[in-house]
């Protein structure tokens, strides 16, 4: 039996491809990222940066993206390792906790900076020669 | 003879004597002029210390407003450095950092908490704590100089009103 428009079986198999080639060629994810180091007389110790896939889905929407280029890589860690000065500044532009601590005690002073971004999720889409992080507000 | 010897000792005396009192009398008055001149230094500092408080008011974030805060942090690299590169990327993480502990002090404020420990009359042990917390966003990086070991990244941060609500 045909339908109205004549032609549904040709409409849905271009649906369907349309909808195949799309997720194949975006891949979304999501990840957990924190970052924390610390500074102690003002010498770098401890800097940390922890990636990880969500086990859950995260909630929220995208706010600030960074765009980093890639040759057909799917792996975050490896494409954060190889953009790590451009990721920073983007932690840095989203916003660290800042917490200071000197003390002076007979005349002697020393002081302690950690910065510290809390675990946050990251949307990620891995295009074919990008891929794109979102913070996820 | 005898007697020319005599005065020419006497006279030789006088002399010595005379010009240790006016030595003694110029060093004198060089200090007190020195210390007097400090004097008069040290006052028209401290008047222009109050003047300069009086004169500059603290800017004040008004509404509708925005206010540009400007700091200059400073790191040092690691003695232990595999390149100057690693000792140069190092050095300017440490300087973003201070140059964010800048801001917050800056922006939230220090908390300063003393302690000084007295015993038998004495100072045995004096300190001194600050501490700061906060949160900074939207910093922007200016310009990073590296020179002789010392990176120093100024910063500068847009605040606005609207943000302390």
């Known amino acids: 039996m045909r339908s109205r428009n004549g032609n549904s079986y040709f409409s849905r198999t271009v649906q369907v491809t349309l909808l195949l080639l799309y997720s194949f060629a975006l891949q979304a994810d999501e990840y957990l990222i924190s970052y924390r180091y610390l500074v102690k007389d003002t010498i770098l110790y401890n800097e940390t940066l922890q990636i990880s896939k969500a086990m859950q889905k995260c909630s929220g929407s995208p706010y600030e993206y960074l765009i980093l280029e890639t040759r057909d890589d799917k792996n975050l860690k490896e494409i954060i390792t190889q953009n790590n000065q451009e990721f920073i500044e983007y932690l840095h532009k989203l916003g660290l906790n800042v917490v200071h601590n000197s003390k002076t005690s007979n005349y002697q002073y020393s002081e302690t900076t950690i910065l510290t971004l809390k675990t946050s999720c990251f949307k990620v889409d891995f295009n074919d020669n990008s891929v794109k992080i979102s913070a996820l507000k | ?165």
Do not use: W
């Not at chain 2, 008047?47 to 040092?76: F, R």
């Open chain 2, 1 to 165: 003879m005898k007697y020319s010897l005599v005065l020419v000792a006497l006279l030789s005396a006088l002399s010595l004597s005379a010009a240790q009192q006016s030595a003694s009398t110029t060093i004198g008055t060089n200090n007190e002029i020195a210390v007097n001149d400090m004097q008069s230094s040290d006052q028209a500092c401290q008047c222009n210390d109050i003047q300069n408080v009086t004169d500059k008011s603290e800017p004040v974030l008004k509404k509708n407003n925005t206010m540009l805060i400007s700091v200059v942090g400073q790191g040092v690299a690691p003695m232990n450095t595999a390149s100057p590169a690693q000792a140069y990327a190092l050095a300017k993480r440490a300087a973003v950092a201070d140059a964010y502990r800048l801001i917050a002090e800056k922006v939230k404020g220090v908390r300063i908490d003393g302690q000084d420990l007295i015993k038998n009359m004495m100072v045995k042990r004096s300190t001194v704590r600050t501490s700061v917390s906060a949160m900074v966003r939207n910093a922007n990086v200016v310009e990073t100089t590296f020179k002789e070991g010392l990176c120093e990244v100024e910063m500068e941060i847009v605040i606005s009103h609207a943000q302390f609500k």
